[in-house]
Nanobody, 125 residues
Framework: QVQLVESGGGLVQPGGSLTLSCAASGFTLDYYAIGWFRQAPGKGREGVSCISAGGGVTTYTDSVKGRFTISRDNAKNTVHLQMNTLKPGDTAVYYC??????????????????WGHGTQVTVSS
């Protein structure tokens, strides 16, 4: 069964850190760009970060630049999102998704074929 499973979410105080993981099963991530998206209550889903299949291209939405770092370990079929200096505005359900493309990242959500079920991140004192 082809699936992505996110983990690592939780409750953290403002200024704290979390690392999200996205583990694939049933397929290899080698030929997939991986994106992280988030959806806050009452808002639409937005792209947060993406890493290309080879890891050479990474993108970040402006609001997380300098605070979040995306990385991938193809040997472990896993992608990570290190989130530092978290703010209440980062509170959302975070999803990872896979897009079969060799080069670059797409900002178009419809490009992504496989989606995880999400993990909740809550930033609050």
């Amino acid at each position: 069964q082809v699936q992505l499973v996110e983990s690592g979410g939780g409750l953290v105080q403002p200024g704290g850190s979390l690392t999200l993981s996205c583990a694939a099963s049933g397929f290899t991530l080698d030929y997939y760009a991986i994106g992280w998206f988030r959806q806050a209550p009452g808002k639409g889903r937005e792209g947060v970060s993406c890493i290309s299949a080879g890891g050479g291209v990474t993108t970040y939405t402006d609001s997380v630049k300098g605070r979040f770092t995306i990385s991938r370990d193809n040997a472990k079929n896993t992608v990570h999102l290190q989130m530092n200096t978290l703010k209440p505005g980062d509170t959302a359900v975070y999803y990872c998704a896979a897009d079969r493309r060799i080069r670059g990242c797409s900002s178009w959500q419809n490009s992504y074929d496989v989606w995880g079920h999400g993990t909740q991140v809550t930033v609050s004192s």
